[in-house]
């Protein structure tokens, strides 16, 4: 099992970025997968999940309306489009296979001026 999260960096407030997470080494297309966030000093918290199809999808209250979680099944791939950026989105930011229990290596995300 792997997952491969790609696509941080540093960002002006207001501004996009598209994570996206590669996986591996299990039936992604029957798989939950999550993205989740830990800021400094902070727990890791879940920002968003999507099911199997993609045909439903959950997040965090503090992103609703600016981020979309989204996968492709064929490419084995997740993605979280985040628009409208705030400082306090600063953290890191990773990919979990929910029922496999199993997570990347994180990607990092700067909101900053």
């Known amino acids: 099992v792997q997952l491969v999260e790609s696509g941080g960096g540093l960002v002006q407030p207001g501004g996009s970025l598209r994570l996206s997470c590669a996986a591996s080494g299990f039936a992604f297309a029957r798989s939950i997968m999550s993205w989740y966030r830990q800021a400094p000093g902070k727990e890791r918290t879940l920002v968003a999940t999507i099911i199997s199809t993609g045909g439903s999808t959950n997040y965090a209250d503090s992103v609703k309306g600016r981020f979309t979680i989204s996968r492709d099944n064929a490419k084995y791939m997740v993605y979280l489009q985040m628009n409208s950026l705030k400082p306090e989105d600063t953290a890191v930011y990773y990919c979990?296979?929910?029922?496999?229990?199993?997570w990347g290596q994180g990607t990092q995300v700067i909101v900053s001026s």
């Open positions: 979990y296979a929910v029922l496999l229990r199993r």
